[in-house]
């Protein structure tokens, strides 16, 4: 059976290079901070947020905190990527609301892409990018000790290269192959995060979209690899997490994101945090604020 994941980070920051072909890869989830994700697979079927669409090698992904993604899915193939991430309380602590690094690092929101790749004429400021990031994503994954002068010495100077980089990006969203059955799944994720307030059926996402039901289903899990009504139980789970943090109560954040009673709100989030509502208020609430 599916599960939906919430992969709390509690250690400031963790970096990890990975090449395998994982029998089970993880599922849609969230992470209560930033992901710097670097492939070099070729990914074709990316989940991030709002959006399916297929990612080529050398592509940097900054994902933000609270963001639904899933990017990778085939069991038995190998990926070869780089992983960083970061807790979003200790990077608000270390560098403040206004620091001038990418939002998508602190903040709820777009996603950030930026092609690494070296073309002539082409990526205006990534010149030897790749490399620079490469080198110090091993540097920074081969140490045991993160806290000490010399890993800090390296993780600064990473999230310096980034922030670099994402001010000669053009643009927060490049443009990306998106096929046509990719198109139509991206139009009912866009629907659901605009009624995500709301208590969505797939009956009604079929009849918005003039789709059979269990077509619709079948699109969605071909590209976003989990049923629709999972994908809405995993965007308001993470809605709620954002919505606990600011301090909202459990009660609030129940009818605000339109549970038909507490006790499925309750349940629901449990299952996908592992942790009730009331104790992640009181556990998280403030923390980066």
Request: include cysteine; charged fraction near 20%.
């Amino acid at each position: 059976m599916e599960t939906l994941l919430f992969f709390p980070l509690d250690s400031p920051y963790h970096a990890a290079y990975r090449c395998n072909a994982p029998e089970d890869p993880v599922g849609p989830h969230s992470h209560n901070g930033a992901e710097l994700y670097l492939t070099l697979t070729p990914l074709p079927d990316v989940l991030i947020e709002d959006r399916v669409f297929a990612v080529s090698e050398y592509t940097l992904i900054i994902i933000p905190p609270f963001c639904v993604h899933q990017l990778y899915h085939e069991s038995g193939v190998c990926y070869e990527r780089y992983v960083l991430n970061i807790t979003d309380s200790w990077l608000r602590n270390i560098f403040g609301a206004d620091a001038g690094i990418p939002s998508a690092l602190l903040n709820k929101g777009t996603p950030m892409l930026i092609d690494l790749k070296e073309k002539k004429g082409e990526n205006l400021g990534c010149t030897g990018a790749a490399d620079r990031i490469i080198s110090l994503l091993n540097d920074l994954s081969s140490r045991t000790d993160r806290l000490s002068p010399e890993a800090l010495t390296v993780f600064f100077t990473l999230i310096s290269e980034i922030t670099a980089l994402a001010g000669h990006a053009s643009s927060h969203h490049p443009a990306l192959p998106v096929t046509e059955s990719q198109k139509k799944v991206n139009e009912i994720i866009s629907y659901i995060q605009d009624n995500i307030e709301n208590d969505l059926t797939v009956k009604e996402l079929a009849d918005h979209f003039h789709l059979h039901p269990d077509y619709l289903s079948r699109l969605f899990r071909q590209h976003a690899h989990m049923p629709p009504g999972r994908y809405i139980d995993l965007q308001r789970n993470a809605c709620a997490q954002e919505l606990l943090r600011q301090g909202m109560s459990v009660s609030t954040v129940s009818e605000k994101l339109g549970y038909s009673s507490y006790a499925y709100f309750f349940r629901n989030f449990q299952k996908i945090a592992g942790i009730s509502p009331a104790r992640y208020r009181t556990r998280y609430a403030h923390t980066d604020i």
